[in-house]
């Protein structure tokens, strides 16, 4: 993938700069910006012939390439439309049609005039964080298992023209941000498209500690089957038992808080491909059950971005990670597992396995003694049911912690909506045979799922993000990254 590296930078005169092209964002039926008055001058009326003969307006998704003028070869005249209703969804296109459209120019360097680009909140940093981070996703190219991958962007490096000395320190501060933040979506996306024989348990394990080898803040350890088998995790290693890959249990460690600050710890679902067991599913989109581990992959790719960023916070990751495969060895509806609580569980459903690897590892959790937890996991396609692909489901039991996931949620457009974490749900998870069923009957399969995840996690304040629906796509078929985006953002406000 190539990478692009961003520049904050004030030019007095637009046109002086060399470059092989020069982006001049337009509103619709807007007098043209100063950068854009300068560069029609020089190329001798090009942009105003351009929207005089109706070829470019300045609406909303549009884009129109010119003969280059002055120091660039080229000229991209990008669309904003109406600046009285240019809000973050209309800059959030914007940053979309401008990465294609810089694509299609095959230009290596580009200059963006945005002196006079703002949201109509007024909040430009945001804006220009938002331009860096989809910049930054639009480089993503599946390459692992391809003998001819799509062409990778050409560009690799943009300068941001503020139009202001005064912003530019702020809008280099924003454009580093959604740098780093675009690179754990990529990094989360690489991770959940791999084929589950080569994305395995141990691969992750080897993902976490090449990235604790390229930080000194970060350490990794990985936790074997034997040490799980010690450690009482008996749910974990329930779902491991028909597959010919051991479970990792993998935790990072990020020190970038004072020592002592209690961590944010992330946990994350890794089942590295899930047939179901002997609850097998049907064979209609199995392949998609690769992205099994979207949970896991979301949390190496938040760590990702905390590393690149220096977050001055503790947080601590841990996946659950596991292969759920039948065999003469694997686990059969109506067996009863003990997990590391001691609770006991009846499994009456294997391809219920999600909730049997983090109910182990929530109960690990504790030992950090974590400022909140939150646990992100591919776990119900009642989720999808209920909310389709936009929203993950969140359920929380604290207020406070959910309402200021939703804000990240809302603030990073990776967006959840809360869901009841009701006791009356419970009952349904009751057994006859066990402490407590894994499935909870037909009804509210998104909250019983939540419900029997929330009966081990102790005293601590602790959310959970279904990402069934949105993790990834199926038409085109591709890892989303989510919910990176908003982790990375809860992350960044705590940090303040």
Not at 38 to 46: E, H, I, N, V, W
Not at 414 to 424: G, I, S, T, V
């Given at each position: 993938?190539?990478?692009?590296?961003?520049?904050?930078?004030?030019?007095?005169?637009?046109?002086?700069?060399?470059?092989?092209?020069?982006?001049?964002?337009?509103?619709?039926?807007?007098?043209?910006?100063?950068?854009?008055?300068?560069?029609?001058?020089?190329?001798?009326?090009?942009?105003?012939?351009?929207?005089?003969?109706?070829?470019?307006?300045?609406?909303?998704?549009?884009?129109?390439?010119?003969?280059?003028?002055?120091?660039?070869?080229?000229?991209?005249?990008?669309?904003?439309?109406?600046?009285?209703?240019?809000?973050?969804?209309?800059?959030?296109?914007?940053?979309?049609?401008?990465?294609?459209?810089?694509?299609?120019?095959?230009?290596?360097?580009?200059?963006?005039?945005?002196?006079?680009?703002?949201?109509?909140?007024?909040?430009?940093?945001?804006?220009?964080?938002?331009?860096?981070?989809?910049?930054?996703?639009?480089?993503?190219?599946?390459?692992?298992?391809?003998?001819?991958?799509?062409?990778?962007?050409?560009?690799?490096?943009l300068v941001v023209n503020t139009g202001d000395s005064r912003s530019v320190k702020a809008g280099q501060k924003a454009l580093d941000r959604g740098v780093a933040i675009g690179n754990g979506i990529n990094e989360a996306r690489r991770l959940a498209d791999l084929p589950g024989n080569i994305c395995t348990p141990g691969y992750l394990a080897q993902q976490a500690r090449k990235l604790a080898r390229d930080n000194a803040a970060l350490g990794t350890t990985v936790i074997e089957e034997k040490k799980m088998r010690e450690l009482g995790m008996g749910s974990l290693l329930s779902v491991s038992a028909g597959s010919e890959e051991p479970a990792k249990l993998i935790v990072m460690n990020y020190k970038g808080g004072k020592p002592g600050q209690k961590p944010y710890v992330l946990v994350g679902k890794g089942i590295t491909f899930d047939t179901g067991g002997i609850s097998l599913k049907p064979g209609a989109k199995m392949d998609e059950m690769k992205y099994d581990m979207g949970g896991a992959a979301s949390v190496l790719g938040t760590l990702h971005t905390v590393v690149e960023l220096g977050l001055p916070l503790n947080v601590v990751g841990i996946i659950a990670a596991a292969e759920n495969m039948p065999s003469g060895r694997a686990t059969k509806p109506g067996d009863v597992v003990t997990s590391m609580s001691g609770k006991t569980i009846e499994v009456l459903n294997t391809d219920a396995?999600?909730?049997?690897?983090?109910?182990?590892?929530?109960?690990?959790?504790?030992?950090?003694?974590?400022?909140?937890?939150?646990?992100?996991?591919?776990?119900?396609?009642?989720?999808?049911?209920?909310?389709?692909?936009?929203?993950?489901?969140?359920?929380?039991?604290?207020?406070?912690?959910?309402?200021?996931?939703?804000?990240?949620?809302?603030?990073?457009?990776?967006?959840?909506?809360?869901?009841?974490?009701?006791?009356?749900?419970?009952?349904?998870?009751?057994?006859?045979?066990?402490?407590?069923?894994?499935?909870?009957?037909?009804?509210?399969?998104?909250?019983?799922?939540?419900?029997?995840?929330?009966?081990?996690?102790?005293?601590?304040?602790?959310?959970?993000?279904?990402?069934?629906g949105s993790a990834w796509d199926s038409t085109p078929k591709g890892a989303t990254g989510r919910p990176v985006g908003l982790l990375s953002q809860y992350l960044i406000d705590r940090a303040g």
């Open positions: 993938m190539t990478a692009i590296t961003f520049t904050a930078r004030k030019m007095d005169d637009a046109t002086k700069g060399r470059s092989q092209c020069a982006i001049l964002p337009l509103f619709h039926r807007k007098k043209l910006s100063a950068e854009a008055r300068q560069f029609d001058q020089a190329s001798g009326g090009a942009i105003s012939a351009a929207l005089g003969l109706g070829d470019f307006s300045g609406k909303s998704g549009e884009s129109c390439i010119l003969p280059g003028a002055a120091g660039a070869k080229r000229l991209l005249l990008v669309g904003c439309g109406d600046p009285a209703t240019f809000d973050r969804a209309a800059a959030r296109e914007f940053a979309r049609t401008l990465a294609k459209a810089i694509n299609a120019t095959r230009a290596g360097d580009a200059v963006l005039h945005a002196a006079e680009l703002h949201p109509k909140d007024g909040n430009t940093p945001w804006l220009l964080h938002s331009l860096a981070s989809h910049l930054t996703c639009a480089t993503y190219r599946y390459t692992a298992t391809v003998s001819k991958p799509k062409p990778a962007m050409k560009l690799s490096r396995e999600g909730r049997l690897v983090l109910c182990d590892a929530l109960t690990y959790a504790a030992r950090f003694k974590p400022q909140v937890v939150i646990d992100i996991a591919t776990l119900t396609g009642a989720c999808v049911v209920a909310l389709g692909s936009h929203a993950s489901g969140l359920y929380a039991n604290q207020d406070k912690l959910a309402e200021q996931l939703l804000a990240a949620g809302v603030e990073s457009h990776d967006r959840a909506w809360r869901m009841p974490l009701w006791d009356d749900y419970q009952k349904q998870l009751d057994s006859n045979f066990a402490d407590v069923a894994n499935i909870g009957g037909p009804g509210g399969g998104s909250i019983t799922a939540a419900c029997f995840l929330a009966r081990f996690t102790g005293d601590y304040h602790w959310a959970h993000l279904d990402i069934a």
